[in-house]
């Protein structure tokens, strides 16, 4: 019989649910998912059923060889100053004395780019040239001039743009002998190269968008609305993992947390934040003498927040994912607001919080803290 001959299903409340008609059954069949999703079986070409990890996990291999992580790949577009303050991961390149450097292993705070086993020096500081030492008008149409060491080079002027300069092109690999024939030779290849680069960048940057939607992982929690209960249900790669905190007043206890080590948990950073500004991590040289408002730094993530009326769903994940808002890098105080001497407020160890304020004192002493 044909399919609009069949009676389509429903569910226990008269509603049609999802389905697909089967040929071969002759009658419709529900249509199994998850998350709005259709579930999908791939079979091998002997017929038999392929598990998700036998078809994605050599897609990510072979992307990891090609790009890296979507991480990795932000790590390097970083190209900046070398700052002894600040922690490098793999991917960066730094400058310093003169020469470039690209972190091949994520180096200690403070390590000088010069260390080899964390940089690899990848553009080093020429030589200080002698520059040109005499020019000579020959009365010809050309010039001689004097450079270097004692070379010399004879310009042929065209108007007034000395467009005849004579080279070596022995080992360029370029065809001119002259110096603005070369120019124009270099320039084709360069258009040539930059079109074949725009290829590779636009490729990568596909490679790197089906890495983010295939591995990325994805951490949330569900409230029911309207519930008595202050309990909420782990979601997605969340559910199974190990969270214990350290309740202790007196001494620290080493507690088992799998969130420790997972993205953006795993990054934020106890610091502290002095009144001009300065930011001092925990190990860092001069963490232990300054004076400032003691915080916890939370680095940059994305976050989906979601409500269906019955629930509500919040998921956090390191890279950029569909439905996903950025948030941020931002600091949260580590202790409760205590009112110091000059009446300013602060987070500080060993203090007694401020129990009583108004509204409008909390927010103008906030505020007085400075943007960020």
């Known amino acids: 019989m044909a399919y609009n001959n069949k009676e389509v299903l429903k569910d226990v409340n008269g509603n049609t649910i999802p389905q697909y008609y089967n040929p071969t059954t002759d009658s419709y069949e529900p249509l199994e998912g998850k998350d709005g999703s259709n579930k999908v079986i791939i079979f091998d070409a002997n017929g038999s059923e392929l598990v998700?990890?036998?078809?994605?996990?050599?897609?990510?291999?072979?992307?990891?060889?090609?790009?890296?992580?979507?991480?990795?790949?932000?790590?390097?577009?970083?190209?900046?100053?070398?700052?002894?303050?600040?922690?490098?991961?793999?991917?960066?390149?730094?400058?310093?004395?003169?020469?470039?450097?690209?972190?091949?292993?994520?180096?200690?705070?403070?390590?000088?780019?010069?260390?080899?086993?964390?940089?690899?020096?990848?553009?080093?500081?020429?030589?200080?040239?002698?520059?040109?030492?005499?020019?000579?008008?020959?009365?010809?149409?050309?010039?001689?001039?004097?450079?270097?060491?004692?070379?010399?080079?004879?310009?042929?002027?065209?108007?007034?743009?000395?467009?005849?300069?004579?080279?070596?092109?022995?080992?360029?690999?370029?065809?001119?002998?002259?110096?603005?024939?070369?120019?124009d030779e270099v320039n084709t290849n360069l258009v040539a190269h930059q079109a074949d680069i725009v290829t590779d960048v636009e490729g990568i940057d596909a490679r790197v968008s089906i890495l983010e939607t295939i591995s990325a992982k994805t951490y949330g929690v569900r409230r029911v609305l309207d519930a008595t209960s202050s309990t909420l249900q782990r979601l997605g790669d969340a559910v199974g993992l190990v969270a214990n905190a350290d309740n202790s007043n007196v001494a620290h206890n080493a507690v088992v947390n799998d969130f420790d080590s997972i993205y953006p948990w795993s990054h934020m950073r106890p610091c502290i934040i002095t009144d001009n500004g300065k930011i001092y991590y925990e190990g860092e040289p001069g963490y232990s003498t300054a004076i400032g408002d003691w915080m916890i730094e939370v680095p940059e993530f994305h976050i989906k927040h979601t409500r269906d009326g019955v629930n509500e769903d919040i998921y956090v994940s390191g890279p950029q994912m569909p439905g996903y808002i950025k948030t941020d890098k931002f600091y949260v105080a580590r202790f409760k607001t205590t009112e110091l001497a000059d009446a300013s407020h602060a987070s500080r160890p060993e203090t007694f919080p401020k129990v009583v304020i108004g509204r409008t004192d909390f927010r103008t002493n906030a505020q007085a803290k400075g943007t960020g």
């Open 52 to 183: 998700s990890t036998q078809v994605v996990q050599p897609i990510i291999d072979k992307l990891d060889q090609l790009t890296g992580t979507a991480l990795a790949e932000e790590n390097r577009k970083v190209f900046e100053g070398f700052d002894p303050l600040k922690q490098y991961y793999l991917g960066n390149k730094v400058a310093y004395e003169g020469s470039s450097y690209y972190v091949i292993v994520e180096p200690p705070i403070g390590t000088l780019p010069t260390n080899t086993g964390y940089f690899l020096l990848i553009a080093e500081k020429g030589d200080t040239g002698n520059g040109i030492t005499n020019i000579v008008d020959n009365l010809d149409g050309t010039i001689t001039i004097t450079y270097g060491e004692g070379q010399t080079v004879v310009v042929e002027f065209i108007g007034n743009i000395a467009s005849n300069i004579s080279y070596n092109n022995a080992t360029s690999g370029l065809v001119s002998n002259t110096v603005q024939g070369a120019i």
